[in-house]
Each structure stands twice: as C-alpha cells, then as structure tokens.
C-alpha cells in the first residue's frame, strides 16, 4: 500500500525560487492536510482541504498557496522561497470526521532547505 | 482549539510499561482525544484515539478521566522501536478534520 506518497523527499533551494511539493494519496480520502515542522518543534498546520474543490489557511500560511488538483492530489507552492522556509514539510489525508473520527495518514515528508 | 499539556521528556526500561500523561482541561464534548507519534525522520502515525470510553488496540491503551480533562496512553511493554515523540491531540468531531499538534513528549526507552 503506498497511502501519502511526497515528492520530493530532499530540495534545496535559492532564495527568492519557487518550487512545488506534490502530494497524492491512494485511500480514497476526502481531506488532505500540509504541515511544516522546525527542529524540535511540532507540526504546524499550513493549509488543508477538508475536500474535494475547497481549501482553507492553516496556522502559518503566509508565503504558501495550495492547489486541490483533484481528490487524489493537493500540491503545496512556494512562490518565493526565504530561508525562514526551511522545514520538513508533511502532506497527510483522512476522511471526514462526521463523528467517525478517523486517523490520518502521513508521507515522510520534504526536507527542504533554502540558502 | 482546545489545548493540551505533555511532559516535554519521559524515560522508560525496555519490557517495563509506560504511561503518558496528557491533560487537557479545556476539552469539549464533542472532542475526541488522538495519539499519534513520530519515531525519528518519519512522518507522524496514528496510535489510538477515543471519547469517553477506555480504548485498547493493538499498539497501546488509552485511559481517558472521567472528567474528560486528562488522559494517559499506556504502552505495556516498551520497546526500543517505541522511542519516539508522542503527540496527544484534540480533535473536533464535526466534519472538519483539523489535527493541532503541540511540541509531545520525547519518549526514550533503555536497553
């Protein structure tokens, strides 16, 4: 089972580039999720799309756009990379609460470092 | 959202059991409580969730307060793949799945 799969695992790049993480999940889930995470820290929520066609601003959105290409994919863009953008980034997906509460799924993640 | 408390560090002895203490006094009705957890250079997973009731699965157990404002998660016997850090989550259970994570409890686990 492949469940989040990441691409690409490691980048660096210049300041002031602009790059694009791709995410697809194969579980047929309605949410997907981006976060970023600094050494040390936790999670920080970036942007989700609690479904098909919508996405909304997480925690720390500023300097991200997201695209919900479709129920499989939600792609993640930096526009203009700053070294404050240095992070592991983690694409996840989960179905719909609904009172199910159900867990999500996690890639391993984008080391991406900006110099 | 609703926050949590986590111990920043715990120590465990392989094949001893382990209890992870989370408090959260602001919880809502309607919040059910997650674990997950990050062993090194992976993405988090997905340990064991519940709402009011005492919850067993395969990996662990969570024992949830009567009062809904702090819960543990037991590991019975520890072991080294177990050291990790462990998140305890509170999610809403409406429609919107959004997981807020706090900074866990590094859990190291001894030969």
């Known amino acids: 089972n492949a469940g989040v799969t990441q691409t690409p695992k490691f980048q660096v790049l210049k300041t002031g580039q602009s790059m694009t993480l791709q995410c697809a999940q194969d579980m047929n889930h309605n949410s997907m999720y981006w976060y970023r995470q600094d050494p040390g820290m936790g999670l920080r929520l970036i942007y989700y799309s609690a479904s098909e066609g919508t996405t909304d601003k997480g925690e720390v959105p500023n300097g991200y756009n997201v695209s919900r290409l479709n129920k499989r994919e939600f792609s993640l863009r930096l526009e203009s990379a700053a070294p404050s953008q240095t992070s592991v980034y983690f694409c996840?997906?989960?179905?719909?609460?609904?009172?199910?509460?159900?867990?999500?799924?996690f890639g391993q993640g984008t080391r991406l470092t900006v110099v | 959202d609703a926050k949590t408390t986590q111990p920043n560090s715990m120590e465990s002895n392989e094949e001893e059991p382990v209890h992870l203490p989370c408090n959260h006094s602001?919880?809502?009705?309607?919040?059910?409580i997650h674990w997950y957890r990050q062993l090194p250079s992976q993405g988090p997973e997905y340990v064991i969730h519940g709402l009011t009731s005492n919850v067993n699965n395969r990996m662990a157990s969570l024992a949830i307060a009567e009062d809904r404002k702090s819960s543990t998660l037991i590991l019975h016997r520890a072991t080294l793949r177990d050291a990790a850090v462990y998140y305890c989550?509170?999610?809403?259970?409406?429609?919107?799945?959004?997981?807020?994570f706090g900074k866990g409890t590094l859990l190291t686990v001894n030969p």
């Open positions: 602001t919880i809502s009705g309607t919040d059910y």
């Open positions: 996840a997906s989960s179905d719909q609460g609904g009172g199910m509460n159900t867990e999500a799924f």
């Open positions: 989550i509170l999610r809403s259970g409406g429609s919107n799945y959004k997981l807020t």
